[in-house]
């Protein structure tokens, strides 16, 4: 299985949720499923089945980031050579060559990507796109809302 890129930021995110999951959401479940118990008849006690479904749940995303965390490749942009040109995890101003907007967003994971914080996923076709290239570039896109042209105006290591 090859390597997921992930950013320093999306890697301390991940650890920061694995450790709240096993220090207090599992213990609290833990004894919710004890206080439960204490009530008897477990065959119709929907506190008892409550928590151990939340129990199932949490336990599979403890494992879930686990697997992300021993599968990926942390990269930090900050220690990447500073030459202009667009590599995983840069933030980039783009200017659009039909109305002259500007959009910046930061190429980061799947598991990190945030539109509404400009941070688009590696995979998606404007990452794809503007990977490899350089400022002053212009980068042809097939977006959902149809063909755009991007003008790289600025490429940030940070």
């Known amino acids: 299985m090859s390597k997921t890129p992930l950013t320093v930021r999306g890697a301390e995110k991940l650890r920061d949720e694995l450790n709240r999951l096993k220090t207090e959401e599992r213990p609290r479940v833990i004894n919710a499923i004890s206080e439960a118990r204490a ?12 928590a151990r479904e939340q129990q199932a749940f949490i336990e599979g995303r403890i494992a879930e980031i686990e697997g992300k965390l021993s599968n990926a490749q942390v990269i930090d942009v900050t220690a990447l050579p500073a030459n202009g040109k667009v590599v995983f995890g840069v933030t980039v101003a ?3 060559e039909e109305d002259g907007s500007e959009k910046t967003y930061q190429i980061v994971g799947e598991d990190e990507a945030d539109i509404k ?15 490899g290239k350089e400022e002053g570039d212009v980068v042809d896109v097939q977006t959902p809302g149809g063909h755009r042209a991007y003008e790289i105006v600025e490429v940030r290591y940070e």
């Open 94 to 96: 783009l200017a659009d």
């Open 39 to 50: 009530h008897g008849d477990l065959k119709e006690n929907a506190e008892y089945h409550a």
């Open 117 to 131: 914080n400009a941070r688009i996923s590696v995979q998606s076709p404007i990452a794809r796109a503007l990977i």
